[in-house]
């Protein structure tokens, strides 16, 4: 598609489980972006991927959180051991390097 | 911690006038981005303003940039319902090009 995708739109699961979340960005993008808002605040910054550069995970609130990007596109969210203060919207971004971002609508998780 | 915060936290005017949102930073910058987000789901971006340029326009919006006072204004001018948003800033620090997000201002134009 046009835009970026995220996938799934919502997820509900048990404390404890371990969720994936996935952002396709748009072609040729080369920076992707995760960030993750709970209700009614404002973005917290998580990962940012560019290009083959290590990417800065200096956002990730813990070791149960990781991400990767493949083949400098696809990226997943990694959450381990799910606990309820998890519950947010993660959202995912692409842009050109310096460039505007471009956001995805967001996956809503709700750890229960 | 976040690079930006916006003031007011929530603005209400009615149809027609103009709204002003503010945004302060702390540190030096690349750009600073203006974004609107409707219903919590994905942001889109309205304008970007380089480190070098005072005031920028797009249509109805007007923001400007003060390095000196490090802070950012959004203007909308003639609001309309539609307007009703949240409207954050995001600032590139120097030398990455990560963007931080601030806390956003909720606006409400009341028709």
């Known amino acids: 598609g046009a835009g970026v995708s995220q996938s799934p739109s919502n997820k509900v699961t048990e404390k404890g489980k371990d969720v994936e979340l996935r952002c396709d960005p748009i072609s040729g993008h080369t920076a992707l972006y995760w960030y993750r808002q709970s209700l009614g605040q404002g973005l917290e910054f998580l990962i940012y991927f560019q290009g083959n550069s290590a990417p800065d995970k200096s956002g990730l609130p813990s070791d149960r959180f990781s991400a990767e990007r493949t083949g400098g596109s696809v990226s997943t969210l990694t959450i381990q051991r799910t606990q309820q203060e998890d519950s947010a919207v993660y959202l995912c971004?692409?842009?050109?390097?310096?460039?505007?971002?471009?956001f995805g609508e967001g996956s809503r998780l709700t750890v229960l | 911690s976040q690079q930006g915060e916006e003031d007011p936290q929530a603005l209400s005017i009615q149809e027609g006038e103009n709204a002003t949102m503010n945004c302060s930073y702390k540190t030096s910058i690349n750009n600073l981005q203006w974004y609107r987000q409707n219903s919590g789901r994905g942001l889109v971006h309205l304008i970007l303003?380089?480190?070098?340029?005072r005031e920028k326009h797009s249509g109805r919006l007007r923001v400007t940039l003060d390095t000196s006072k490090k802070s950012s204004s959004l203007l909308i001018t003639a609001s309309r319902a539609a307007d009703t948003a949240s409207y954050f800033c995001?600032?590139?620090?120097?030398?990455?090009?990560?963007?931080?997000f601030g806390t956003g201002t909720r606006l409400t134009v009341i028709p």
């Open positions: 303003i380089r480190s070098n340029e």
């Open positions: 995001a600032t590139s620090k120097t030398g990455a090009n990560n963007l931080f």
């Open positions: 971004a692409s842009s050109r390097q310096g460039g505007e971002l471009f």
